[in-house]
């Protein structure tokens, strides 16, 4: 079992960078694989990036590729997001989640088996 509480979220201007963190509980956050998902007002869940349980190999969405990194922290049980040059349309609720296959990167929701609450990223033009 993993618990998952996203932090980091709030209103920024476009061109701007925020820093998204997801800490976990449990022994065992080391072994997952982790994901970042979005989901804005009327659309699907959709998603981000994936990081492997190592950090070694990370996958990402067309639309944040270049502007977003994921990464880290196994001895903190945090996983990061740094989004830079954001635009409007980044606007949504963003998810941490975690894939308890950690050598495999995957990018549907279903994989994931925990979920965080999800904190509001807003990105004013």
């Known amino acids: 079992q993993v618990q998952l509480v996203e932090s980091g979220g709030g209103l920024v201007q476009a061109g701007g960078s925020l820093r998204l963190s997801c800490a976990a509980s449990?022994?065992?956050?080391?072994?997952?694989?982790m994901g970042w998902f979005r989901q804005a007002p009327g659309k699907e869940r959709e998603f981000v990036a994936t990081?492997?349980?190592?950090?070694?190999?990370?996958y990402y969405a067309d639309s944040v590729k270049g502007r977003f990194t994921i990464s880290r922290d196994n001895a903190k049980n945090t996983v990061y997001l740094q989004m830079n040059s954001l635009k409007p349309e980044d606007t949504a609720v963003y998810y941490c989640?975690?894939?308890?296959?950690?050598?495999?990167?995957?990018?549907?929701?279903?994989?994931?088996?925990?979920w965080g609450h999800g904190t509001q990223v807003t990105v004013s033009s």
């Open positions: 990081i492997t349980w190592s950090g070694a190999v990370t």
């Open positions: 989640a975690a894939n308890p296959n950690g050598s495999v990167l995957y990018t549907r929701p279903t994989k994931f088996d925990f």
């Open positions: 449990g022994r065992t956050f080391s072994t997952y694989a």
